[in-house]
Nanobody, 118 residues
Framework: VQLQASGGGLVQVGGSLSVSCAAS????????MRWYRQPPGKQRELVAV???????QYADFVKGRFTISRDNAKNTVSLQMNSLKPDDTAVYYC?????????????WGQGTLVTVSS
C-alpha cells in the first residue's frame, strides 16, 4: 500500500490551498484517514481526521479554516485550507488505517510542503 500526497506549494497569507492524498495497492478498505503536519523545527502534529463514514475531527488551531474530505470510491483524502497563516507553514503528511489481507496497518505518505508567505 502506498499513499501519494500532492498539492503543496507557496501561498500568501490569507490565501487558500488544497492538498490531496491517493492510496494505491492491494487492500480491502481504508478506515480512518488523517492529515498531520510538521512545522520547521517542531514535532509532527495531528491536523484532521476523517472516518470511513465521513465523521470528522479537527485540531483547534485549524477549526473553521480547514476542511477534510474523502472519496471512498477513489481512495483519496483531501484537505482544503483557507485563511492560511504563516504558522500553517509545514510539511503535510497523510496517514491512513488500512485493512488488507494481513490485517490492519497504519501507513504514511511522503509529505508535501506548504509554505505560507507574509
Amino acid at each position: 500500500v502506498q499513499l501519494q500526497a500532492s498539492g503543496g506549494g507557496l501561498v500568501q497569507v490569507g490565501g487558500s490551498l488544497s492538498v490531496s492524498c491517493a492510496a494505491s495497492g492491494s487492500f480491502l478498505r481504508i478506515n480512518a484517514m488523517r492529515w498531520y503536519r510538521q512545522p520547521p523545527g517542531k514535532q509532527r502534529e495531528l491536523v484532521a481526521v476523517i472516518q470511513y463514514g465521513g465523521g470528522t475531527q479537527y485540531a483547534d488551531f485549524v477549526k473553521g479554516r480547514f476542511t477534510i474530505s474523502r472519496d471512498n470510491a477513489k481512495n483519496t483524502v483531501s484537505l482544503q485550507m483557507n485563511s492560511l497563516k504563516p504558522d500553517d507553514t509545514a510539511v503535510y503528511y497523510c496517514n491512513a488505517d488500512v485493512w488488507a489481507a494481513g490485517g490492519f496497518r497504519n501507513y504514511w505518505g511522503q509529505g508535501t510542503l506548504v509554505t505560507v508567505s507574509s
